[in-house]
């Protein structure tokens, strides 16, 4: 047997690392003229111009240089407030941590509390992020399958604890959730908080699409039912809610005693976000509410738009997504969605995220993200609608 040259040895996570399926159907898409590119997770609208300006001023001072590695003080206090208006109670600007974007968060989330031999517990369908970043750090990522039925995807939390062993360090939990909208209720997040305390499990918790429900102001988060020093980890992002997605900008929200080790994890992959940028996210948090009404009202007339449309064909499967803003259904007859999605490129014109890139309980689903005109998206549905029937 023939070893390989040192150059060519690659460490087994790194090899691992899969391909995502999200991103094949991009590529194979990206340049079709006149395509209607629904496939990832962003809105079609530019960052806000009041959050480009505060970011020009920074440039415009200088501000290119090192910075705090736990994010401005500024930008952490403007978190913090932003927390204070959503929960209506007090937060120390101490308990938040600035990532550059949301994957960073997730990442530095997991490093504290999973590595090798450790084990993850994942809901899915689920962001594939969520398990590849779970398992690129040497953890194993354990994914234990929603139900899909008449009363839409739910979560057996039963099946949730059992698949918990002694090797389990965290439970992982997205609500909304991205791709089904399923949307945990507050009791059911005091289950899953009862049953951590009493394993002594950590919680991280992506609870980016909180702003993004059809009924109320947010969704009910983990910070309704938890105390600040216990062991949760929230995952955040500036992303969704400000159109943000290309500054790549986050925060990560844990109890403050862990916070020289959260600064040191900071250190060792970004070295800190640059501080203009912060500057943008500061008048974000601060004066941009009304652009998150704005974007939810939005999101309300695109999802009726597809759904009701979609269903006419009566040939399609979901349930309207209480929360996030992506459309998660099946059609009827096709049970390879990764062909459906180069098909759907082909055929309708129209770029769809492939449910199997979700894991396998999304066989045979596509994800569509309707953060977008619903002219546009009226447009995208009908199209879907004449290749279906």
């Known amino acids: 047997m023939t070893s390989l040259p040192a150059k060519d040895r690659l460490r087994p996570e790194a090899h691992s690392a899969p391909e995502s399926g999200i991103v094949e159907i991009f590529n194979y898409g990206r340049d079709r003229d006149g395509l209607i590119p629904l496939w990832v997770g962003e ?18 001072d200088g501000e290119t240089f090192y910075t705090h590695q736990r994010g401005i003080p500024e930008l952490r206090a403007a978190i913090a407030r932003y927390h204070e208006r959503l929960y209506e ?18 990442q530095i989330a997991l490093r504290m509390v999973a590595g090798q031999g450790d084990e993850v517990v994942i809901p899915t369908p689920a962001w594939p992020n969520f398990g590849a970043a779970t398992e690129v750090g040497g953890a194993r990522a354990v994914a234990v399958p929603m139900q899909f039925g008449n009363a839409g995807w739910t979560l057996d939390l039963d099946r949730y604890f059992d698949a918990v062993t002694e090797s389990t360090t965290a439970l992982f939990l997205n609500s909304p959730c991205n791709p ?11 289950a899953i908080r009862d049953f951590a305390r009493a394993r002594g499990l950590w919680i991280i918790a992506d609870e980016v699409y909180t702003r993004f429900v059809y009924q109320g102001e947010r969704a009910p988060s983990f910070y309704d039912i938890t105390e600040p020093d216990e062991p949760v980890l929230y995952v955040n992002t ?3 809610n400000w159109a943000m997605t290309g500054w790549r ?44 009404e704005f974007q ?24 309207w997504p209480k929360g996030a803003f992506y459309l998660f259904f099946s059609v009827d007859g096709e049970t390879d969605s990764r062909k459906l999605g180069l098909r759907l490129v082909d055929e309708a014109n129209v770029g769809l ?37």
């Open 238 to 240: 500036l992303s969704k």
């Open 353 to 389: 995220a492939p449910g199997d890139a979700f894991g396998p309980a999304g066989a045979g689903f596509m994800r569509m993200c309707f953060l977008r005109n619903p002219d546009q998206v009226a447009e995208a549905t009908d199209r879907l609608a004449d290749w279906l029937v």
């Open 89 to 106: 109670r007090p937060f120390d600007p101490e308990r938040f941590f600035v990532t550059s974007g949301g994957m960073p968060a997730i």
């Open 296 to 319: 939810r009202d939005r999101a309300m007339a695109a999802r009726e738009i597809v759904c009701q449309g979609l269903e006419a064909t009566g040939r399609v499967r979901f349930t």
């Open 249 to 292: 900008v986050g925060w990560l929200g844990a109890p403050p005693r862990f916070g020289q080790t959260i600064e040191n994890l900071i250190q060792y992959s970004s070295s800190g976000t640059p501080k203009f940028l912060q500057r943008g996210a500061v008048a974000a948090l601060d004066r941009g509410d009304h652009f998150i």
């Open 180 to 190: 089904t909208g399923w949307t945990a209720t507050r009791e059911e997040l005091v």
């Open 43 to 60: 809105g079609d609208l530019p960052t806000p111009d009041f959050i480009v300006d505060a970011a020009r001023v920074g440039l415009d």
